[in-house]
């Protein structure tokens, strides 16, 4: 576990303390949020950048199948370097 400690102007920290947001627990989920959130728009991002070039969208039939391809390429590499 690492501890972490931010400085925040005096009125900001009361109102956050009173708020219930400094809680250990509290700041954990807050911190959790965002990545996911900031996660989420570099998703949107890379869409509109992938859209924008016209690059067609795969399916999740399609992705599986690619991914499938890969395992088994490396299966066979592994199997043939023993």
Same mark, same amino acid.
């Given at each position: 576990?690492?501890?972490?400690?931010?400085?925040?102007?005096?009125?900001? &920290?009361?109102?956050?303390?009173?708020?219930? =947001?400094? /809680?250990?627990?509290?700041?954990?989920?807050? %911190? $959790?949020? !965002?990545?996911?959130?900031?996660?989420?728009?570099?998703?949107?991002?890379?869409?509109?950048?992938?859209? &924008?070039?016209?690059?067609?969208?795969?399916? =999740?039939? /399609?992705?599986?199948?690619?991914?499938?391809? %890969? $395992?088994? !390429?490396?299966?066979?590499r592994?199997?043939?370097?023993?």
């Open positions: 576990m690492t501890t972490v400690a931010i400085q925040l102007p005096d009125d900001l &920290a009361q109102r956050a303390e009173a708020a219930g =947001l400094l /809680d250990p627990k509290t700041l954990e989920g807050i %911190v $959790r949020e !965002e990545i996911r959130r900031r996660l989420g728009a570099q998703l949107l991002e890379t869409q509109t950048r992938v859209n &924008a070039k016209g690059i067609a969208t795969m399916s =999740l039939p /399609d992705i599986q199948a690619e991914v499938n391809a %890969v $395992r088994t !390429e490396r299966q066979g592994h199997a043939r370097s023993l």
